[in-house]
């Protein structure tokens, strides 16, 4: 049998065979990461993303293509993980939109839907790069796009389009330089490929095990959270929460927002354009679900009584409104409460491995009750999630692009609260120039990197996340690196010293560098970060 078309059924069935195959492959995938850090979760970090909306689906019995295809990229906005998650939740957000109002696809729809994936993702990322998984995503779309024309058909659209992913991907090896010193092809690009080959082997009816999505981990389940809504007397009973897709994606929706704000109190308003997303607590949800009415048509609705939930977990005073608020991620006691005692009201945990997601960091921002929140990712790999949360909460909210923990101090101690959020931003942006941050690791495996050769188990001393050395010992690296600072006039050196290190070591790595630095104040932290040895900031 060959799938002219598919449904919304047939959509479900596609994406949890991806949420599967990426689950199986998810270290073949992260294997294929050059960094030789123990980074490796471009496979870890999509698997999560796309096993989100596979989670959401599971239940989901509906032949609506359109309603599936929007409720699977929610589901992945929500989840998504690192640049690589971001990035497959952008590229099935534009698929959504190419779905929309579609009952069914055929294959010069599924053409159509996959160059607007390609255009979401693209147009979210600054200076995209060839050799990557956008790649591999454009050459896909653009043969789908040719295929439809010659057949319309989804199934026979869809072998084209991995046709020209293998090869796209293949290309990648010898369009990043990167890549081709490694001989290896990208990593994310390979993910979006295995999601392509398993939507196809879905409707071949090849898909060989129902999809059962792995447990999280207990400290990072998702946990209901009534916190930043709740108040000591509660005054409006239901929270009614609803979302509807517009009759008219141009019609400005504030006449709604201000009917809303007079029904209750925590209203939560979100219009892309497409859809209107609201929370609300009022005692009136059948007056306020009519006046909803008005401006499209429901897709989910809930009302809760809450004060037959009411717990003692959820009767916390709600704090005052102030002017601004700070997330950050972190890991590790010491630089987690560093960043406490620096002013930050949420931490997220999280950094090299352990990349949060979009929803993670959304949670910590609606917990916080401020006009302005300051989110610091303090890794380059979490900058694009956190700029999701944009989106999706209810307040401002400015990401900070710190790629590391001692940029992400320097900025919180460059915040003024006289200043205006502009006024703090340029302050902040400004400050991380001055920061010249060391990492020290070790070498998960052997490869040649920048240049230089590197053997498993060796020392790395990362540079400004570039790789400086690779050494047989710690003090080699310190040497290199107190010569790189040699002349720069950095005064100031802190150093976070982590949960495998004692601190006799690491009181023996500052008279090494108080020698080689005997004009620098030298400063120890026990940062307690996984990972890292020691994390070092000179200013």
């Known amino acids: 049998m060959c799938y002219n078309k598919i449904n919304g059924e047939d959509y479900r069935v596609l994406i949890l065979n991806a949420a599967k195959c990426l689950e199986d492959n998810e270290n073949e995938i992260n294997e294929l990461n050059v960094f030789p850090v123990p980074d490796g979760d471009t496979g870890s970090n999509m698997s999560k993303t796309v096993g989100n909306a596979a989670r959401e689906l599971l239940d989901n019995d509906s032949c609506d293509l359109n309603e599936v295809a929007d409720k699977t990229a929610r589901a992945m906005l929500h989840g998504a ?65 040719e295929a439809s024309k010659e057949q319309n058909s989804f199934e026979y659209v869809l072998e084209v389009a991995i046709d020209a992913a293998e090869k796209a991907l293949e290309e990648t090896i010898s369009q990043n330089p990167v890549l081709e010193k490694a001989g290896v092809v990208d990593a994310g690009g390979m993910g979006w490929l295995l999601v392509m080959k398993a939507m196809l082997s879905a409707l071949k009816g090849d898909m060989k095990v129902s999809y059962t999505p792995k447990k999280e981990t207990e400290g990072s389940q998702p946990k209901a959270n009534f916190s930043a809504f709740a108040t000591d007397d509660i005054k409006f009973s239901f929270c009614t929460e609803f979302i509807i897709t517009k009759n008219d994606q141009n019609v400005n929706s504030a006449p709604l927002k201000k009917y809303l704000s007079n029904m209750g109190d925590s209203l939560v308003m979100l219009d892309d354009g497409e859809i209107i997303k609201v929370h609300i607590h009022t005692n009136e949800p059948h007056a306020v679900l009519g006046e909803a009415l008005k401006w499209g048509i429901y897709e989910n609705v809930k009302v809760e009584n809450m004060r037959t939930q009411h717990t003692s977990k959820i009767i916390e005073s709600k704090a005052p409104l102030k002017d601004y608020g700070f997330v950050t991620v972190a890991s590790g006691d010491g630089i987690c409460q560093l960043f406490s005692e620096l002013g930050a009201d949420k931490i997220v945990s999280g950094g090299q491995t352990m990349n949060p997601s979009t929803e993670d960091i959304f949670r910590a921002v609606e917990e916080i009750n401020a006009k302005t929140v300051f989110i610091l990712p303090n890794n380059k790999n979490i900058i694009l999630t956190a700029e999701q949360v944009k989106s999706l909460a209810k307040c401002d909210v400015i990401v900070i692009p710190t790629k590391s923990i001692p940029q992400g101090i320097s900025a919180m101690l460059s915040f003024n609260e006289a200043f205006s959020p502009k006024e703090n931003t340029e302050s902040m942006i400004d400050s991380l120039g001055s920061v010249t941050t060391m990492q020290i690791t070790y070498a998960v495996r052997s490869t040649t990197f920048d240049g230089v050769e590197i053997e498993a188990g060796d020392y790395l001393g990362l540079l400004e996340s570039k790789m400086l050395l690779s050494a047989k010992s710690i003090d080699e690296v310190i040497k290199a690196f107190a010569e790189k600072l040699k002349g720069q006039g950095k005064e100031s050196i802190s150093i976070y010293y982590g949960c495998d290190v004692t601190e006799d070591q690491a009181q023996s790595l500052i008279k090494s560098l108080e020698a080689l630095l005997p004009n620098a104040s030298i400063e120890l932290y026990k940062g307690d970060q996984p990972v890292y040895y020691y994390i070092i900031s000179a200013e």
């Not at 390609?118 to 043969?143: F, H, M, Q, W």
């Open 81 to 145: 993980r690192g640049n690589s998650g971001v990035i497959v939740s952008l590229l099935f957000r534009g698929i959504a939109k190419g779905l929309k109002g579609s009952f069914e696809c055929d294959g010069r729809a599924w053409a159509e839907a996959l160059k607007q994936g390609v255009d979401s993702a693209y147009g979210a990322i600054e200076n995209p790069a060839e050799g990557t998984i956008l790649t591999v995503a454009r050459k896909c779309a653009e043969a789908a796009t």
